[in-house]
Each structure stands twice: as structure tokens, then as C-alpha cells.
């Protein structure tokens, strides 16, 4: 079975390997070439584009910052739903949530579509070892794909603790930060850097093409970072309040009632904090950014010195976006900008233009189609995204004239009742509110980003602060940008 599998390279084989359940062993038997590079595939839970290389003044991440600089960096890239499960699910299957059905962590898209080709699945049919470590589909042991990956799939091994302090050491959430003082490998990302760069070498001996995805754990709550990283970051840069600066003015709908931050120790279940506490976790934030960092730093140099940069193509993205009181609001789960903006920066061996930004708008859901084509490798039939192999080549260019973003209301495992659909334009974001029994619209939204009435920039951030949706002058743009949802959502749901 096993050898005529191998031979077969046909969309068509692929399916008789996947029927069989052989997929994994079903390899082309061929050697690595420069059409076939390898991929470093690293995810950082909650990361907003918090990175210098994104211009943000108070991140301290230089060795991103590095990679960046030999990279294209995604200035307006976007999760298609700003919460980890749904939002990774679309990436490694190349769907929307409304077509995976996975609109919570607790959702699986193989139940709702058991045949779907993953993109490391895909990957591994046409020979390519796949392997993941860290939390790359979801935290939970239970959710994890065995589908997707030939060489195993590590999401913890044994004493990778959340927390090191023994006043945080009962089951559950306890406190929502801590800074002791501990090597990088007291910490799971630490001795998951060690662990991936020790994979990197038994990889590199294989003979074949990889892809290896690594999944960090913060700068995720609870913000746990040796004290060396906080140390990087000075207290009085995190005492800034935005508590005066006006309510936006969005309707409840938009915003999410799962109170992550509040079910931590210490912390007020409404989110209502002090500035001291705010300081606190803002500067917490930046240090598990830092100590990331410093662990992409390690794996980076391992693919160095090992001289595999030379046929990786590196992939470094954020889950979704964050807000840290911004827009009078902790964590994600919404449309805002603050929640579904993430960080992408993609490196690919003597690419053109490195270091150079690009403007173009993307969506997470691209990666899939990006990957296969690097890897020329077809494509399965029904990716939702489009390839930015062309923005990888030329920084002007543009893939797409809008990214799609989604959010459920009230947000539980159970099939949505309402759902926040949102268009991102260069200009616009326009979101309405859906009751899914029999379509009325709840709610608009529309904010204008070259409009300082109806956005706000905050240390780098845009934060929509005015509804224009009802302004006279608004009411054109409203009809082109339902327009353009309505036809977005009528080829979704075909
Ligand atoms: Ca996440």
C-alpha cells in the first residue's frame, strides 16, 4: 500500500490515501529540492502586532525585529475571528469559521466536515514530515488533529507549567501575572524552544522536506514571564489611562461579556482596574512579548547554524489582536481593529525586498493557499483565501479589495443565535449584527479610518471610537460596504 501511495501525486491519490487512513504514511519518495522548502511555522498566542518592527514603541523584541528585517512584514493582515480556536482552525484548513463551524475553542471541525485536507496534512501527503509543538490547533489535549502531522503533535510535555510560584500552584486560573526570578526553561516556552530546536536537527537528517509549527503560549494571560523580562520594561511607561478619553460609542452587541482577565485572582470580575493594576498588566504584556521573543530568537539562530535558513521559509503570525484597556476594554473577542489586526511577517530564502512592509490587506485564511504555493505544491478545491505570493515578491501589490472577520453572540460552544459579520476596506470597517434564525439585522456599524472623528489612535493603535453608521454623509459608504458583505456572505453560504 504503502509504495503505490507514494508514487501517486494526483488530487485524486491523495483522496484514496486519505479514505484509507494512510494519509501519514503516504509520501512522495522524493528528495528536498529549492522548490520545496522547508517551513518554520510560529504562532504566538494573543500577540498584537506589539513588535518594534510594527513600530510600537514600548515592544522590546529584537530578535523579531531581525527577522523582520529579512522578511515581508503585513502591516494590514487579520484573524477571521479574533479568538484562538476558530481563528487557528481557519488558518490550517483554509476556511472561514461559517464553513469550518468552529465559531468556539470548544468546536471541531471534523465533526462538522471529517474530510477536510488540512494545510500540513496536504503538506504531508506530497511528502513533507509535518510535526507540531506548543499550541498550534488549541491548548486542549482533546481538540488536538493526529490527521495533521506524520511526526506527532506536542502540545505539553510533563511539568510545562503555567505557573512556577508557589502561591499559584492550585488547579484552574489563579493570579494574572507573575515575575519570578527564573531561567527562560522554568516556563513551558522555554523548554519549548529547546524542545523545537532539538527537533530542527533530527528534522534536517530526514532528508525531507518539512514543515514544523511551533505554537507559544503567551504573551496569552496569565502574563508569567521570568524576571528578566519584566526588568526589561519600565513601570512608568505602562501608567497611561484611557479611562478619560470618552466611551466609543459602538453598540453593546459589539463588545464581548466572557470575562477572561476578571476570572483571575485578585483581578475585579467586571474589568474595572485600577491604574496600578492596569500598569501592571500592560508592562506584563510587553515582558511575555520580550520573552518570546528571546525563544523565536533561539530557534532562529538554531535554523541558522544548522544552515537550514537557507532553504526555510519562515512564517511568524499572532493568533488575534488584544486590547489592554484600550477602547475601555480587556483581551479580544470583537471586530474592532484592536482584536482582529495580528502581526505576520514572512521570510522566504533571497526573497525580493526584505524588510519591506506592505500595505495589502490579508486575512489569516490566506496562509493555507500562501503555503501550498510556496511549496508548489496544488492546492486543494475551496480554500477561502487567496495566495500573497505576489506581495512577497513585490511589496505594492495588492491580493484582495477586503478581509472578512466574524464574531458570535453570546459566544459559547452551543450554534450561534447572533453573529457579528465585519468587512475591513483600506478606508472602512463596516459590521452588522445578524439574528441567524431569520436574518434581521440587529445592528450596524460602520467606522471610517481616515476620519480622526470616528477613530482614535492610541501608542500605535487604532481604536474605533465613532459609529458613523446613522451620519447623513455615511450613508453611501453604508450601502456599498452592506453590498459588498451581502455578496461576501452569499458566496460563503452557497
Ligand atoms: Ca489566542
Redesign the pocket.
Known sequence: MHKPCALLKSQVSLSCCLLLGVAAACHAAESKSVDRPNFLFICV??LRPALGCYGDPLAITPNIDQLAKRSRIFNHAYAQQA??GPSRTSVLTGLMPDETEVWHNRNQFRQHRPNTITMPQMLASQGYHTMALGKVFSGNQRELDPLSWNRGEILREPHWNTYVTNHNQAAGKQAAFEMPDVSDADYPDGKLAALAIAKLNTLQNSGRPFFLAVGFFKP?LPFNAPKQYWDLHRDQDFHYSYKNSGSPDAPPIAYHSHRELGGYRGIPSDEILADEMEATLRRGYYACVSYVDAQVGKLLQALEQTGLDKSTVVILWG??GFSLGEGHRWCKGTNFELDTRVPLIIHIPEMAAPGKSTNALVGLVDLYPTVVALANINPPSGLAGLPLTKVLRRPSARVQQHVMSQFSRPWNSKSPETMGYSVRTPTHRYTKWVDLKDGTVLQEELYDYDNPDSIRHEHNYTIEYRNQIHSEEYQQARRAMSRRLTHELKALHK
Open positions: 498566542d494573543d479568538v484562538c496569552h493568533d488575534h
